[in-house]
Antibody, heavy 122, light 108 residues
Framework: EVEVLESGGGLVQPGGSLRISCAAS????????MNWVRQAPGKGLEWVSS????????YYADSVKGRFTISRDNSKTTMFLQMNSLRAEDTAVYYC???????????????WGTGTTVTVSS | EIVLTQSPGTLSLSPGEGATLSCRAS???????LAWYQQKPGQAPRLLIY???SRATGIPDKFSGSGSGTDFTLTISRLEPEDFAVFYC?????????FGGGTKVEMK
């Protein structure tokens, strides 16, 4: 079954770092762009970052640019989000989602994971 | 940045009724790069509609999307208990990718 599964969330202090992962299965991983979308408690969806199928092109929301780094290891069918200088407003469920094509735009997100919770608090 | 405004914020309906949800973009969404998602409490979003009007795999024809340019609509016919949820529109035309604030369809 085609699926993605996030891991690595947890509680981190403000200013701290965390790396979350997204493991993909049952599809040709490098054919698809991948995305991180987050949802703060009781709020709507917010796009965070995307990466092309090859991994050469990356994109970020202004709210995380310079603090977060997206990457992927196509040999291990896994995507990562390295989060540094975390703030309270980064507290959210982080979803991994597959784009329906190799580029992050021009394609909607058709496969979503169940999410991993990141809490930034002292 | 393309801002998506969804209305109404909440729709209170009874099972068997139909629902019409609106999504208005602050600028034209080219090639109808507009999707709709359904999210139930504690669950991930589920893709319903992409390209403004194409149903995703496995989505029943009770869900239909329409519109172009700046005005888009999701129509749900004959609401069943499992259809009640929050619905988001999403544009994937321009960076940054953006989502609407959501419409909650609740049971009256």
């Amino acid at each position: 079954e085609v699926e993605v599964l996030e891991s690595g969330g947890g509680l981190v202090q403000p200013g701290g770092s965390l790396r979350i992962s997204c493991a993909a299965s049952d599809f040709t991983f490098n054919y698809y762009a991948m995305n991180w979308v987050r949802q703060a408690p009781g709020k709507g969806l917010e796009w965070v970052s995307s990466i092309s199928g090859s991994g050469t092109d990356t994109y970020y929301a202004d709210s995380v640019k310079g603090r977060f780094t997206i990457s992927r290891d196509n040999s291990k069918t896994t995507m990562f989000l390295q989060m540094n200088s975390l703030r309270a407003e980064d507290t959210a469920v982080y979803y991994c989602a597959r784009s329906m094509g190799i580029h992050y735009n021009y394609y909607s997100m058709d496969v979503w994971g169940t999410g991993t919770t990141v809490t930034v608090s002292s | 940045e393309i801002v998506l405004t969804q209305s109404p914020g909440t729709l209170s309906l009874s099972p068997g009724e139909g629902a019409t949800l609106s999504c208005r973009a602050s600028q034209s969404v080219s090639s109808n790069y507009l999707a709709w998602y359904q999210q139930k409490p504690g669950q991930a979003p589920r893709l319903l509609i992409y390209g403004a009007s194409s149903r995703a795999t496995g989505i029943p024809d009770k869900f239909s999307g329409s519109g172009s340019g700046t005005d888009f609509t999701l129509t749900i016919s004959r609401l069943e208990p499992e259809d009640f949820a929050v619905f988001y529109c999403h544009q994937y035309d321009n960076s940054p990718l953006t989502f609407g604030g959501g419409t909650k369809v609740e049971m009256k």
